[in-house]
């Protein structure tokens, strides 16, 4: 369920946000390689992300000054174009709010320098579901990496850039070309990452078990 109370350490959770009237967060594949880029310095991180380097770079030499434990493993992403999810695993006391906080204020001022605009990029602070069992759990990876597909964006799933499936069925990925997702807490319920892959392509299946998750989520397709 949706849920307002403290997140738990050592727990996974479903964390998603919009952009506000459910505009667009990402304009240009620059955009979106910024994001990730933000996100995967966060990870060990604790300074702030530089935004000193020109506003059409990605950002992807960030300072190795501060770092610091890892608030969060990520186990699974997909980035839309008004939209983002993610599954996380809370690492410390207070690790998924530090870190968002960080990712979406970094990431919302970027934006608002670069395309002279004012004003909050995402609708609110993000929303976050328990993931309670292992079956939600690879259910909810597969609704994830299917996001794309489902919104007619690519017609094959492997063809999406900024998702993590490439991680999960990849042999030259491992931890993606951001080094941001772990997928091995998923892959682990697999016995191969071909499995997986047949897993998630399974729209029988999918179809099924999303009407069992989908009051977990806001519809953020529409």
């Known amino acids: 369920m949706l849920r307002k109370e403290p997140l738990v350490t050592n727990h996974i959770y479903h964390i998603f946000n919009r952009g506000v009237n459910k ?3 990402f304009f240009s594949d620059v955009d979106y390689q910024r994001f990730l880029y933000s996100a995967a310095h966060y990870l060990v991180n604790s300074t702030k992300f530089s935004h000193r380097s020109k506003l059409s770079d990605t950002g992807a030499e960030s300072s190795k000054v501060g770092l610091s434990e890892p608030k969060v493993q990520i186990l699974a992403y997909c980035l839309m174009p008004n939209h ?10 207070n690790g998924i709010t530090a870190y968002m906080s960080r990712l979406n204020n970094s990431y919302s ?23 309670d069992t292992d079956e939600q759990l690879i259910h909810t990876s597969r609704y994830i990496h299917l996001n794309p597909l489902v919104s007619s964006i690519i017609s094959k799933v492997e063809d999406y850039k900024w998702s993590s499936y490439l991680s999960y069925i990849s042999e030259d990925e491992a931890m993606g070309k951001f080094g941001l997702c ?6 682990s319920h697999f016995n191969s990452k071909d499995d997986y892959k047949k ?14 998750i989908k009051h977990l989520t806001y519809d953020y397709e529409g």
Request: proline share 5%.
């Open 23 to 25: 505009g667009e967060i």
């Open 84 to 93: 983002f999810h993610f599954l996380v695993n809370q690492l410390i006391e």
């Open 109 to 131: 001022h970027y934006v608002n320098v670069k395309y002279k605009r004012v004003g909050p990029l995402f609708q609110g602070r993000f929303k976050n579901v328990l993931i």
């Open 182 to 187: 772990d997928p091995n807490p998923i892959l």
């Open 199 to 212: 897993f998630v392509l399974d729209q029988e299946d999918y179809g099924r078990k999303l009407e069992q």
